[in-house]
T-cell receptor
Framework: EPEVTQTPSHQVTQMGQEVILRCVPI?????FYWYRQILGQKVEFLVS????????KSEIFDDQFSVERPDGSNFTLKIRSTKLEDSAMYFC????????????FGEGSRLTVL | EDQVTQSPEALRLQEGESSSLNCSYT??????LFWYRQDPGKGPEFLFT???AGEEKEKERLKATLTKKESFLHITAPKPEDSATYLC??????????FGKGTRLSVIA
């Protein structure tokens, strides 16, 4: 069964460092998403991506965040200068249709900022 | 403003003790109501989509129902492996899913 894969599974970084989280969505999916979940809190939407551009982003997704799909298979989330409050589980998801279709989530990348 | 409220926040059941989880929403022009299951440390896993009031869907011990203001996830004779956090997300169309805080279900053998 096709699945969304994410790397790394866990990353520890120092405050102020750049971090790149990687995702390989399901191959025939067209819509890509990043969500995050701070420990003990809800799953929060960060950004959606379609046709090689951001289609929607939340208030959380400020100038420190960026996404790209560099090679047609990978989908990356970059945090330029990490803060303590960026510590969270980051989930990548992909889907065939926006809003009315099911999303397939990866296992997540746990980011710890020290 | 929250568009979705899930209750209870946590629920502890004995194995075989049936119950229901609630998802109340205020999204106008609902196009779909999604239920997901999330195991600790894992990504959400899709369970159901409900599109219109009165619709019901079943999967093993789970049945999801939908009205114009809320959705219920009924769990019949639960087993310990049903322990998870259950998330709902109403959608008004082409907007990304916004999840509720979830109900954390624990089923004790």
């Amino acid at each position: 069964e096709p699945e969304v894969t994410q790397t790394p599974s866990h990353q520890v970084t120092q405050m102020g460092q750049e971090v790149i989280l990687r995702c390989v969505p399901i191959s025939n999916h067209l819509y890509f998403y990043w969500y995050r979940q701070i420990l003990g809190q809800k799953v929060e939407f960060l950004v959606s991506f379609y046709n090689n551009e951001i289609s929607e982003k939340s208030e959380i997704f400020d100038d420190q965040f960026s996404v790209e799909r560099p090679d047609g298979s990978n989908f990356t989330l970059k945090i330029r200068s990490t803060k303590l409050e960026d510590s969270a589980m980051y989930f990548c998801a992909s889907g065939l249709q926006p809003g009315t279709g099911e999303l397939f989530f990866g296992e997540g990348s746990r980011l710890t900022v020290l | 403003e929250d568009q979705v409220t899930q209750s209870p926040e946590a629920l502890r059941l004995q194995e075989g003790e049936s119950s229901s989880l609630n998802c109340s929403y205020t999204v106008s022009g609902l196009r779909g109501l999604f239920w997901y299951r999330q195991d600790p440390g894992k990504g959400p896993e899709f369970l159901f989509t409900l599109y219109s009031a009165g619709e019901e869907k079943e999967k093993e011990r789970l049945k999801a129902t939908l009205t114009k203001k809320e959705s219920f996830l009924h769990i019949t004779a639960p087993k310990p492996e049903d322990s998870a956090t259950y998330l709902c997300a109403p959608s008004s169309g082409n907007t990304p899913l916004v999840f509720g805080k979830g109900t954390r279900l624990s089923v004790i053998a």
